[in-house]
């Protein structure tokens, strides 16, 4: 154990340093935190440049690592030199992929030039009039919601401090008034949110492409994903989906005005669920969304993300099935359910019907937790496709696997078996993710038994 650590120190340090070197000497590295006001901002240009460079790298949980980056470009603070900025980014870096079991030091080298290049390419990029706004709409989406924050602890502490006779009447009353509150909230969020929406170009061209009520979630999931992690929002793979939800029961070929009036009622209904959204911050918000949203848009429209064959859209609809006893649903990614099958059918039996129930239980593939891992990893199996022309080696596959597993192992209490089988799971509805959207156009038959051998090959070895 002491020896694992000292390499896994040895890697990170190596990584640091020679990532560190390469962004201090990027001149589109330092202009992105030249315009920073504040440590915030800071921050958020930390994590939209991470978010961006990690997803562009193929890297499992992209948003995690760019919390990592945000949180140690913060320390430094602003108007700091370049050297400390590439120096705070490279160790966070370092230390992440160190973590995930990626990073050794037979690869340190070579990681740190990819990411280097790839965390200068996305800050050059920054430069742009999209990834602006976005970062000022996710300066002011967190300043709203730490006031809100800031406003319920104080009324909560009001009220604990204040001496009264409480009646079932009065908790009723109270109940009554929250629920009318939050709805005001909710619905005027969703007003001013929804007009931005139906007027922006970039919003109505990511939903023109969409053939059918699926590819029209598919795009929903896609840009509300994106723009939840932009602004920092907590859970961001559940707003997604909320948003492809609503946005699917709209159809296809539907007008701009609808789809923002899908996509605004459901955010804003999420928001006020969570406890973000009050009256008095529903209008910053709502800009802050829609703006964010755009932006969203804008870049993945014009970076052909949303169009063209094998594209990458991140949610599955609910109506497809799957094995006998199980089926993809939400808000999870996978939910057990009786089989339909003749009464003396036994597809499962009942022993290892018992022995996967924690893997199929609401802690399990039906979880939050889930979700969000299947939605990255679909996003790093869709990078990973894109720069390989169409191709994926299983190699690299198993790659993308392993930081999966050491998730679910640290933060479940699976037995090695189901984690294994969670794993698999997972990895199968992160593919069918891709396959939902993308435009099959041939299929090459003749490399099945091989793909299958090396696959099953790798996993006993």
Request: proline fraction near 2%; hydrophobic fraction near 45%.
């Amino acid at each position: 154990a002491s020896q694992s650590a000292s390499s896994s120190s040895a890697s990170a340090s190596a990584f640091a340093q020679q990532s560190s070197a390469s962004l201090a000497a990027s001149s589109s590295f330092s202009q992105a935190f030249a315009s920073a006001a504040s440590a915030s901002a800071v921050g958020n240009v930390a994590y939209q440049l991470g978010l961006s460079a990690a997803q562009s790298l193929g890297i499992a949980n992209a948003g995690a690592l760019a919390s990592a980056l945000a949180q140690s470009v913060s320390s430094v603070g602003v108007g700091a030199s370049s050297s400390a900025y590439a120096n705070a980014v490279a160790g966070a870096v370092g230390q992440f992929l160190a973590n995930q079991g990626i990073l050794n030091t037979g690869n340190a080298s070579s990681l740190a030039s990819s990411f280097s290049s790839a965390l200068s390419a996305s800050a050059a990029a920054a430069q742009s009039q999209s990834f602006a706004q976005s970062q000022a709409a996710a300066s002011a989406f967190q300043q709203a919601a730490s006031q809100s924050a800031s406003q319920s602890a104080a009324q909560s502490g009001s009220q604990s401090s204040s001496t009264t006779t409480t009646t079932s009447a009065s908790g009723s009353q109270s109940a009554s008034q929250s629920a009318s509150s939050s709805s005001a909230s909710a619905s005027a969020f969703a007003q001013q949110s929804s007009a931005s929406l139906a007027a922006s170009s970039s919003f109505s061209q990511a939903f023109a492409s969409a053939a059918s009520a699926s590819a029209v979630g598919n795009v929903a999931y896609q840009l509300g994903l994106s723009a939840a992690q932009s602004l920092g929002i907590a859970n961001a793979g559940a707003l997604a989906s909320a948003l492809a939800q609503s946005v699917s029961s709209v159809g296809v070929g539907a007008s701009s005005s609808a789809y923002a009036n899908a996509v605004a009622g459901a955010v804003g209904q999420f928001l006020a669920n969570q406890g973000i959204l009050n009256t008095g911050n529903a209008s910053s918000l709502a800009s802050s969304f829609s703006n964010a949203l755009s932006s969203s848009a804008a870049n993945s429209v014009g970076s052909g993300l949303l169009l063209g064959p094998s594209q990458y859209v991140g949610s599955i609809a609910p109506s497809i099935g799957g094995a006998a006893g199980i089926s993809i649903a939400g808000p999870g990614i996978l939910s057990y359910l009786p089989p339909v099958s003749p009464l003396n059918a036994q597809i499962i039996s009942s022993g290892l019907l018992a022995s996967l129930a924690p893997v199929l239980s609401s802690s399990g593939l039906a979880s939050s937790s889930a979700t969000s891992r299947v939605g990255s990893l679909a996003q790093s199996l869709a990078s990973a496709l894109q720069s390989s022309g169409g191709t994926l080696d299983v190699s690299t596959f198993l790659n993308l696997l392993s930081p999966i597993s050491t998730q679910i192992q640290a933060n479940t209490s699976l037995n090695a078996s189901q984690a294994i089988v969670q794993v698999l799971l997972e990895a199968v509805a992160a593919l069918l993710q891709i396959i939902n959207g993308a435009q099959i156009t041939s299929v090459n038959f003749g490399s099945v038994s091989s793909v299958n051998t090396a696959l099953a090959t790798a996993l006993a070895g």
